[in-house]
């Protein structure tokens, strides 16, 4: 864990990283009932400041305090939770919405499906595998999904919204898993 923290402070406290909140979470979050957000793998906290400004109480939760400290002063509805998401445990039945934006981690996969609400929504975007290696964006091959799997993991949902696609993100080639979901 200190590692990666010491890896996550780094990156933060060298350069600001961008604000730009994903397509998927602009045009979907009119679909979320509102209340409680949760935000995993924050980072500077985009995501966490557009749902906040949309009324959402937000669980803004990412391993870094040098990024969640900048982000806990930006907005009285983000709390910030510092955790090793290795490790960590979500709450069970608490958020109306999860977002889920390019960062994987199997292991939180059905703790995701848990720690929704009855009719709570899940935002997942992230990055996929590919054939080409200039599209796997310098990932590990661990830290990419397979073609649909989070159909297949998320299929106790009802899919509102799934593609995958090549088109990337922030100027950089890659293949994206993007995953609209709401629970029964």
């Not at 445990?89 to 199997?106: F, G, K, T, W």
């Not at 159909?151 to 995953?179: K, M, N, Q, W």
Request: positive net charge; contains cysteine; glycine residues 6%.
């Amino acid at each position: 864990m200190q590692r990666d923290r010491v890896k996550w402070n780094k990156k933060y406290a060298e350069k600001t990283p961008g604000q730009r909140v994903p397509g998927i979470i602009r045009d979907h979050i009119h679909l979320a009932p509102k209340g409680r957000a949760l935000d995993i793998a924050c980072g500077s906290g985009a995501v966490s400041l557009y749902l906040a400004g949309k009324g959402f109480v937000v669980d803004a939760l990412d391993i870094s305090d040098v990024a969640l400290t900048a982000l806990s002063k930006q907005h009285p509805r983000i709390h910030t939770i510092c955790a090793d998401l290795d490790t960590f445990d979500l709450a069970v039945d608490r958020y109306h919405l999860v977002a889920n934006i390019r960062y994987l981690n199997r292991r939180l996969f059905p703790r995701i499906l848990n720690a929704l609400l009855p009719g709570g929504m899940l935002i997942f975007e992230t990055f996929l595998k590919s054939d080409k290696k200039e599209m796997d964006n310098g990932f590990k091959r661990e830290y990419l999904l397979d073609e649909k799997e989070l159909l297949h993991v998320f299929a106790p949902l009802e899919i509102l919204y799934y593609r995958e696609t090549d088109s990337g993100c922030d100027e950089t080639p890659a293949r994206l898993a993007s995953l609209v979901g709401k629970k029964p």
